[in-house]
């Protein structure tokens, strides 16, 4: 009996020495997999990170006391390194110099989730041009929420693998929208005066109707004739924002145009089959997915007017009131400003961005 004991020991500690050896190589390879990517996971890190950034940033500026609670402590403590970094760059306004922007940076550049969708193969050999590009779209856009910039040599290949969709004449495929949004994106990822950017804006420019929006034939009702139809709400304004992140457009009678329609058309149903839902303009959200990918509602509209030069005060304030009004108990704006309001850290850092532009064009 105490044979065989011996025996089973024997095989268990020889099964156990194997386990062991083989969560060792499977820690060692996952190890070896992050090194590769760059990738730390380690949590405390960050938890340096932003008691470094509290130390160091002005938490209370002049111009968050138009909130009833300032968010930016809580954007900090609680906010991925996306979320931080997304504060710093489009709140802050800090760039590469900033010791600050490199830290946050550096953290960002080790998501693992980046990393992720990055090195994922989408085989679809087989599908549509227009399917391929909405993927790649897609891919793109979460790219870009994850606070990714071309500074990246793998987010190089994905920006060089967008760009092969667009045409010779500037245009990228699909509709009105889809060409615009993915011009916004490539800008968002630092191509910002790209000559095939500006030559996709041009393109664009030269399918804007006399009402100052844009329709494409794909998102007109059943029944409506195209020359008739109003342009639609959420491509104009998809469209508008492209024209505010180019300086030469800023000014412009096209962008002039645009939000005259704009104006005109708020919180108005949209005449088009795009979003065409009366909540559109309380979602705030911007995101990858298709219900979301073209949404942002008021806030969207308003940092359109403040971001271009010809301003118009009585509407701007006017949805300046009303976004105040959304912040949340636990200082953050939803994702859709209704009767069970869910709070996200990109809407909170977005509404910030116009709140601070608010303040400095009234203090010139």
Excluded at 251 to 275: D, R, V
Aim: charged share 25%; proline share 2%.
């Amino acid at each position: 009996m105490d044979n065989n004991r011996s025996k089973s020991n024997k095989r268990y500690n020889k099964n156990n020495k194997s386990d062991n050896k083989k969560q060792s190589n499977s820690r060692y390879s996952k190890n070896k997999k992050n090194e590769r990517f760059g990738i730390n996971n380690n949590k405390s890190q960050f938890a340096n990170t932003r008691k470094t950034i509290l130390d160091n940033l002005n938490t209370k500026p002049e111009w968050i006391e138009q909130l009833n609670i300032n968010p930016i402590p809580n954007i900090i403590n609680k906010g991925n390194p996306a979320e931080v970094f997304s504060l710093l760059k489009n709140v802050y306004g800090l760039t590469h110099t900033h010791a600050l922007y490199r830290l946050v940076e550096s953290a960002v550049f080790r998501q693992k989730n980046l990393h992720k969708i990055a090195a994922r193969q989408d085989n679809q050999k087989d599908t549509s041009k227009d399917l391929r590009f909405y993927y790649q779209l897609q891919k793109i856009h979460q790219l870009v929420d994850l606070g990714a910039t071309d500074y990246l040599n793998v987010i190089k290949e994905e920006v060089v693998k967008l760009m092969n969709f667009q045409d010779k004449n500037g245009r990228f495929p699909m509709n009105y929208h889809h060409h615009a949004h993915a011009c916004n994106l490539l800008i968002d990822l630092g191509l910002g005066g790209n000559k095939l950017i500006d030559k996709g804006i041009n393109w664009i420019l030269t399918r804007q109707r006399e009402d100052g929006g844009w329709i494409h034939i794909n998102n007109v009702p059943k029944g409506v004739d195209y020359g008739n139809a109003q342009s639609c709400i959420w491509t104009t304004a998809e469209i508008a924002k492209l024209l505010t992140k180019r300086s030469i457009f800023k000014g412009s009678e096209n962008i002039l145009n645009a939000k005259a329609f704009l104006e005109k058309n708020y919180l108005n149903n949209n005449k088009s089959t795009l979003l065409s839902k009366a909540d559109s303009w309380e979602c705030l959200i911007v995101n990858h997915t298709s219900e979301h990918m073209f949404a942002g509602g008021t806030l969207k509209v308003l940092e359109i007017f403040l971001n271009s030069k010809i301003i118009d005060d009585k509407i701007i304030k006017k949805m300046i009131n009303w976004l105040k009004m959304q912040q949340m108990d636990d200082s953050f704006f939803p994702k859709v400003a209704n009767k069970h309001p869910i709070p996200d850290i990109l809407v909170t850092n977005r509404v910030l961005a116009v709140m601070k532009k608010y303040f400095q064009i009234n203090q010139v």
